[in-house]
Antibody, heavy 126, light 107 residues
């Protein structure tokens, strides 16, 4: 059974950077999944942050693109989120998640979510 | 961005009832809709994809329907574990977007 587990600091200072890691167990990050981050706050509800494929393809939410980097570490079988210049508006529960892929005619694209981590609360405060 | 509008935002029902939640997309998204369940303090759990296909292990009491811009999730024979918040989500185009949620409460 594939499981995702987030880890990282629960408190980040304003203007600093937020870094979270998602450990993947029961599957390889090089499998046919797009590795994603989603956050949830009372103000914005569920908000998709972005996703990355193990070969390097990535998609980001335009509202966060200038501050976000998602990376995949095949040696550790994990993927990570890095968000810079954080403010109180970035306070949220952060979930790692995964979308499987749909392949047709030799082209594969991300499809629907089929995996979620348990989530981790990150508070931005001094 | 594609806006996903759910209604109602909350509803009350009794154990054994059936309820229907609707979701409207701001543009045609074919059947690229998923539904997720979130119990209090827990992560979302994916129930349905492609508007009407059940994720593995999800009981058939959950039924999804619709295409284009109008979608619905019906939950039959509500049980205590079904009282939760439900979200629709489109994956037709980036950025992926979610509805505001429908909280199903016990009457």
């Amino acid at each position: 059974q594939v499981q995702l587990q987030e880890s990282g600091p629960g408190l980040v200072t304003p203007s600093g950077a937020l870094s979270l890691t998602c450990a993947v167990s029961g599957d390889s990050v090089s499998s046919g999944h797009w590795w994603s981050w989603v956050r949830q706050s009372s103000e914005k509800g569920l908000e998709w942050i972005g996703e990355m494929y193990h070969s390097g393809g990535a998609n980001y939410n335009p509202s966060l693109r200038s501050r976000v980097t998602i990376s995949v570490d095949k040696s550790k079988n994990q993927f990570s989120l890095h968000l810079t210049s954080v403010t109180a508006a970035d306070t949220a529960v952060y979930y790692c998640a995964a979308r499987n892929e749909y392949c047709s005619g030799g082209v594969c694209n991300p499809w629907y979510f089929d995996l979620w981590g348990q989530g981790t609360l990150v508070t931005v405060s001094s | 961005d594609i806006q996903m509008t759910q209604s109602p935002s909350s509803l009350s029902a009794s154990v054994g009832d059936s309820v229907t939640i609707t979701c409207r997309a701001s543009q045609d998204i074919s059947n690229y809709v998923a539904w997720h369940q979130q119990r209090p303090g827990k992560a979302p759990k994916s129930l349905i994809y492609a508007a009407s296909s059940l994720q593995s292990g999800v009981p058939p009491k959950f039924t999804g329907s619709g295409s284009g811009t109008e979608f619905a999730l019906t939950i039959n024979s509500l049980q205590p574990e079904d009282f939760a918040t439900y979200y629709c989500q489109q994956y037709k185009s980036h950025p992926l977007t979610f509805g505001g949620g429908t909280k199903v409460e016990i009457k």
